[in-house]
């Protein structure tokens, strides 16, 4: 197996149109014209900055492909990837809550989920030790009939069950550390055992009404999801702790094949959406604790894919982070936007939103 790292992004995503608007918002009525939350440049600079810095030199780069309408039906039904194909051909539309559709979304959307699939491939098939893919548009949110926030097919969801069908394995994780809950992903795979879905995420956000730490899954799937509800403000050690009390404890016992990152760098203290505190240099010991884990459990198989992250001077530097976590190698970027809060305290009532976590687990898995 290659030690590098791949490196998966297609000029493509950055073509992807939300429109004008604000926030998560269209333009309209009161709502002055202005650049969607989720819009290129977060993703783009990210590619700016790997490339103005040289470290993309330190990459195994390589262009994705797209997914197949099969590949994308093992995780929508075909009338909603019609409904998708549909409202592009058009010029664009709302494919659901949040979730703008616009002119060639469709194939983009194809080429995401491919960028994906393409690093499976390039794990299993050892190119590389493991992979970051930076595709847009992103698909936490996805359900199996709906478009969510942003995201219109599942990549993660996609992928982790093309891995099970073409590789054969029996247990594959997926981190979702994205500030918003994994909904979607969490859709795909309540019933399951062959999938370990955990979510750490901000507490009460989006969507409403999901990711309470009492949903254990369905069914056979009962304990195979892990909500993990961190309070607004939550930085570093807060997110840290729930890695040493409840995360990697569990992935010990479950011994993934294959882990998946959601990687949404949202949580970070300059997001405009989400309110929580995490530094780059936060990302990057989350990150190097996932790829430990990958080492340790799968071979170093490791996938991460891109999801959130909304602020357009920050995402590129927590980002950037991440992907030096996962080669093992340090670029000379300093972090400009270090306030020296990383080294801040975890306060009693983040501890405690942890240890309630853990009290729901303990049914399930061995925790302190």
């Given at each position: 197996m290659k030690e590098t790292t791949g490196f998966i992004c297609d000029e493509s995503y950055f073509w992807h149109q939300m429109g004008n608007g604000a926030l998560n918002q269209r333009a309209g009525g009161w709502i002055q014209p202005d650049t969607h939350a989720e819009n290129p440049e977060t993703k783009r600079r990210v590619k700016n900055l790997l490339e103005h810095s040289k470290y993309i030199e330190n990459l195994h780069q390589i262009g994705p492909r797209s997914a197949t309408r099969d590949e994308i039906g093992m995780n929508h039904s075909m009338a909603y990837a019609d409904r998708i194909k549909e409202l592009s051909d058009a010029g664009g539309g709302d494919a659901g809550v949040h979730a703008i559709v616009g002119p060639d979304s469709y194939e983009i959307a194809l080429k995401s989920a491919g960028g994906v699939l393409?690093?499976?491939?390039?794990?299993?098939?050892?190119?590389?030790?493991?992979?970051?893919?930076?595709?847009?548009?992103?698909?936490?949110?996805?359900?199996?009939?709906?478009?969510m926030g942003f995201c219109l097919f599942n990549n993660v969801a996609i992928a982790a069950k093309y891995a099970r069908q073409k590789y054969g394995l029996k247990r594959i994780l997926i981190l979702d550390w994205d500030v918003h809950h994994g909904n979607g992903t969490e859709r795909a795979f309540e019933n399951d055992t062959d999938v370990l879905f955990m979510s750490v995420h901000q507490e009460n956000i989006f969507p409403k009404g999901r990711g309470d730490i009492t949903y254990t899954g369905k069914g056979n799937g009962e304990g195979y999801n892990v909500n993990i509800e961190l309070p607004a403000g939550t930085g570093d050690e807060g997110y840290l702790y729930a890695f040493d009390e409840l995360i990697e404890p569990i992935i010990d016992q479950y011994a993934p094949e294959l882990i998946f990152i959601s990687a949404g760098q949202d949580a970070s203290r300059f997001d405009p959406i989400g309110r929580m505190l995490v530094t780059a240099d936060g990302y990057y010991q989350m990150a190097s604790r996932v790829k430990k884990l990958a080492e340790k459990h799968s071979n170093g198989r490791l996938v991460a894919a891109h999801e959130g992250g909304y602020s357009t001077a920050y995402v590129p530097f927590c980002t950037l982070r991440v992907i030096e976590a996962l080669r093992g190698k340090h670029s000379p970027v300093e972090d400009p936007f270090d306030l020296g809060f990383h080294e801040g305290p975890i306060y009693p009532h983040q501890k405690e939103a942890v240890q309630r976590a853990v009290d729901v687990q303990k049914v399930f898995w061995n925790l302190k």
């Open positions: 393409t690093s499976v491939e390039t794990v299993m098939e050892e190119k590389a030790q493991n992979a970051y893919a930076l595709v847009r548009p992103p698909g936490h949110h996805a359900e199996p009939e709906e478009g």
